[in-house]
């Protein structure tokens, strides 16, 4: 097993929009429609999530591969306003498939919205957002409801009116304290904006915050991260999410590590600064509840992403967004005009779908679970699984607690690795 992490897919999960390696193209011609809308009579009634995905950034940051756009590279075809109309009539359509199944529309727990950069959308759009959910579906008491903000398009008058419009916590894109990092990452905030912004977050009334932070970035050393972790703390945050850098395929970032302009993250170094920022935060009372999030407590843990970690249930609305509902999972078409058109034409945008298997959600439980804190039943495992857990306790990566198997410090620096050792044991 190698120091490999894997907080990338966290990070697109989180978001809604992590692609499977299904051939979702070739499938476009199956969007979830009246004849496969019988198989989501299987939502199992528990928890139920919707996540929003806004497609639009200011600029493209080097790293990243998410489905967003730049206002020139969409031209005229898209933009705010459409993907709102497109989003009202995705959420009413997706209302009415619900409400056919025999548990009717379930409450809303938790509601996401991700992308891009919500808050380019400002204060008011936003909770244009949240009122668009809220006239569909029945947002459940003490609903979590989260929005991510690029620091830069914040202010107190911002986040004044989403308290108001009732967003419940929210997400920062910090990254790093380092000038030098950001710019290596092509992020446009400055430095100290992040921590200024969370604390007018928690002066308009956000008791939950988050910061995140990524690691490894060439070029950044340990006294960079330091400092990033002193800022994370000095802003009273009570939510931070860590993830080390990966260099995504046909990423500006990834074409200047292919022509050797910058050194590739070395794996080493990852787990080192993994190991740093787990003592420093756990130092400063912040706890581990999965491999990449630290919190301040139970309440302060970002709910609609145990969710999804917890095999639960979600909409995603908007381009490029999956959903899941009772072992059918589907995906929205990516790009903002043609998501817009499809909408516009009368069913829901899915670019493809599937039913998953048993052994499909078996090895996604395995994989998602095993990274929490606390940790993967171990009577959900096969008997071969159960052979390869007494090995992964025997090397230190993992023990048992109870009826669960949780991840150790070393574990959790391998947790990849010892999924594929139980699953590969499984199959």
């Known amino acids: 097993m190698t120091s490999t992490q894997i907080p990338a897919a966290d990070a697109a999960d989180a978001r809604g929009v992590h692609v499977r390696g299904r051939a979702a193209d070739a499938a476009d011609a199956r969007g979830v429609g009246v004849t496969e ?10 928890p139920f999530g919707i996540y929003v995905h806004v497609p639009f950034c200011a600029t493209r940051c080097g790293y990243c591969d998410f489905n967003t756009y730049t206002a020139g590279e969409l031209g005229t075809s898209a933009s705010p306003q459409s993907w709102l109309a497109a989003l009202r009539g995705e959420l009413g359509e997706a209302a009415r498939v619900f409400g056919e ?61 989403l308290r108001a419009a009732g967003f419940t916590r929210i997400s920062l894109g910090m990254q790093s304290a380092a000038e030098h990092v950001l710019r290596v990452l092509d992020r446009t905030h400055t430095p100290g904006r992040a921590v200024a912004a969370a604390r007018e977050a928690r002066a308009a009334g956000f008791e939950h915050v988050n910061l995140d932070l990524i690691y490894g970035t060439p070029g950044e050393h340990d006294e960079d991260l330091d400092a990033s972790l002193e800022a994370v703390l000095a802003a009273g945050v009570d939510h931070v999410s860590a993830y ?6 046909g990423t500006a970032l990834a074409r200047k590590v292919r022509r050797g302009e910058l050194p590739a993250p070395d794996d080493d170094v990852l787990a080192a600064r993994y190991e740093r920022i787990d003592a420093r935060l756990s130092a400063a009372g912040l706890t581990w509840y999965e491999v990449s999030n630290w919190a301040a407590g139970d309440a302060a843990r970002c709910r609609h992403n145990l969710g999804y970690w917890d095999g639960g249930d979600w909409l995603g609305a908007g381009p490029g967004a999956h959903s899941h509902l009772g072992g059918v999972r589907w995906w929205n078409v990516k790009h903002p005009a043609r998501y817009a058109a499809r909408v516009a034409g009368g069913g829901l945008p899915a670019a493809g779908w599937e039913a998953l298997t048993d052994e499909e959600r078996h090895t996604e439980r395995v994989m998602l679970t095993a990274r929490l804190r606390t940790g993967l039943p171990v009577a959900e495992l096969t008997a071969a699984e159960l052979r390869a857990v007494d090995r992964v306790v025997a090397d230190g990566l993992a023990l048992r607690a109870g009826d669960r198997l949780v991840l150790t410090a070393n574990g959790r620096l391998l947790a990849d690795g010892v999924v ?4 590969t044991a499984g199959g």
Do not use: K, W, Y
């Open 101 to 161: 199944l025999p548990s009717a529309q379930p409450p809303v727990s938790t509601v996401f919205v991700g992308g891009g950069t919500p808050s380019l959308l400002g204060g008011d759009g936003l909770a244009e957002v949240l009122d668009a959910v809220r006239e569909r579906f029945p947002l459940a008491p003490g609903a979590e409801v989260t929005t991510e903000s690029n620091p830069e398009s914040t202010s107190p008058r911002f986040f004044e009116r």
């Open 37 to 46: 809308r019988p198989l989501l009579r299987d939502f199992g009634g528990g």
């Open 420 to 423: 594929r050792e139980l699953l």
């Open 244 to 249: 080390s850098l990966i260099v995504e395929d």
